[in-house]
């Protein structure tokens, strides 16, 4: 039998290349979930023991976008809604982390609020199930992130933030009430449900591996009522922190 050497060589460098870059990728595993939260985890970090870590915060303020500022400055504070906002999360995020993770230090932020999306960044998507991803800023091979402390190894990135004001209606089977307005709905009996709303996407990165841990993409609402309280918005900064490490070796 007689073989085509250069057909047999060129499919030979195919398959090296294939193999080659597929033992070089980072096979990351993902899912949707229920409740607004779909998520993907490095399976590398699976077996892997880490205590004792420490864990940086970055929240750009480019990437919040609140919806209900009244609530904001009558719930925390006067002000600018997205500056009272990102004060709050930089004193109350970090203690959701440390009551409910693993990490023993956090830091709030590198800067006054997150790192410099710069030329040390790309956009990477990740792909948590059928029809489900996420595009996130990461660091480039090869580009360490400064976090201020280098006891710090893991990085949270947080993008995406929109924060609003929801209202549920009672479940009914009648859709036709979806048309109607408040006031139409309470005079035929149908419950609203005032909710607090928080979406956004993370990525939490290991600063020293250079690759990502886990990912996701959060909705967490709050049953506020009519009346929202601080309490409100502590307790959804806490679902979100148990989002972000379930399933994971973070979490308590």
Same mark, same amino acid.
């Given at each position: 039998?007689?073989? +085509?050497? /250069?057909?047999?060589?060129?499919?030979?460098?195919?398959?090296?290349?294939?193999? &080659?870059?597929?033992?070089?990728?980072?096979?990351?595993?993902?899912?949707?979930?229920?409740?607004?939260?779909?998520? !993907?985890?490095?399976?590398?970090?699976?077996?892997?023991?880490?205590?004792?870590?420490?864990?940086? =915060?970055?929240?750009?303020?480019?990437?919040?976008?609140?919806?209900?500022?009244?609530?904001?400055?009558?719930?925390?504070? /006067? !002000?600018?809604?997205?500056?009272?906002?990102?004060? &709050?999360?930089?004193?109350? &995020?970090?203690?959701?982390?440390?009551?409910?993770?693993?990490?023993?230090?956090?830091?709030?932020?590198?800067?006054?609020?997150?790192?410099?999306?710069?030329?040390?960044?790309?956009?990477?998507?990740? #792909?948590?199930?059928?029809?489900?991803?996420?595009?996130?800023?990461?660091?480039?091979?090869?580009?360490?992130?400064?976090?201020?402390?280098?006891?710090?190894?893991?990085?949270?990135?947080?993008?995406?933030?929109?924060?609003?004001?929801?209202?549920?209606?009672?479940?009914?089977?009648?859709?036709?009430?979806?048309?109607?307005?408040?006031?139409?709905?309470?005079?035929?009996?149908?419950?609203?449900?005032?909710?607090?709303?928080?979406?956004?996407?993370?990525?939490?990165?290991? +600063?020293?591996?250079?690759?990502? #841990?886990?990912?996701?993409? =959060?909705?967490?609402?709050?049953?506020? !009522?009519?009346?929202?309280?601080?309490?409100?918005?502590?307790?959804?900064?806490?679902? =979100?922190?148990?989002?972000?490490?379930?399933?994971?070796?973070?979490?308590?």
């Amino acid at each position: 039998m007689r073989i +085509n050497t /250069a057909k047999f060589f060129i499919n030979l460098t195919i398959i090296s290349i294939v193999l &080659f870059l597929f033992q070089s990728c980072n096979v990351i595993t993902g899912s949707v979930g229920s409740g607004g939260v779909s998520t !993907g985890n490095n399976p590398q970090y699976i077996e892997e023991k880490i205590v004792n870590q420490g864990l940086a =915060i970055s929240l750009p303020p480019t990437q919040v976008i609140i919806g209900n500022g009244d609530d904001v400055t009558d719930d925390l504070g /006067a !002000g600018n809604p997205k500056e009272v906002y990102l004060n &709050f999360f930089r004193e109350q &995020f970090p203690k959701a982390i440390a009551e409910h993770s693993t990490f023993k230090k956090v830091i709030p932020f590198t800067s006054k609020y997150g790192i410099e999306l710069d030329k040390n960044f790309i956009l990477r998507t990740h #792909v948590m199930g059928t029809n489900s991803f996420i595009k996130i800023h990461e660091p480039k091979k090869g580009a360490k992130i400064s976090t201020g402390d280098n006891s710090v190894r893991f990085i949270l990135f947080i993008e995406g933030l929109k924060i609003s004001r929801v209202t549920e209606l009672e479940s009914r089977a009648d859709s036709s009430f979806n048309r109607l307005l408040p006031n139409e709905l309470q005079q035929k009996g149908v419950t609203i449900y005032p909710k607090l709303s928080h979406k956004l996407n993370y990525s939490l990165w290991d +600063n020293e591996k250079e690759m990502t #841990v886990t990912f996701g993409s =959060i909705e967490e609402k709050d049953d506020a !009522g009519l009346k929202m309280e601080k309490i409100d918005w502590q307790t959804i900064l806490e679902s =979100i922190v148990k989002d972000i490490v379930k399933g994971t070796q973070f979490a308590k």
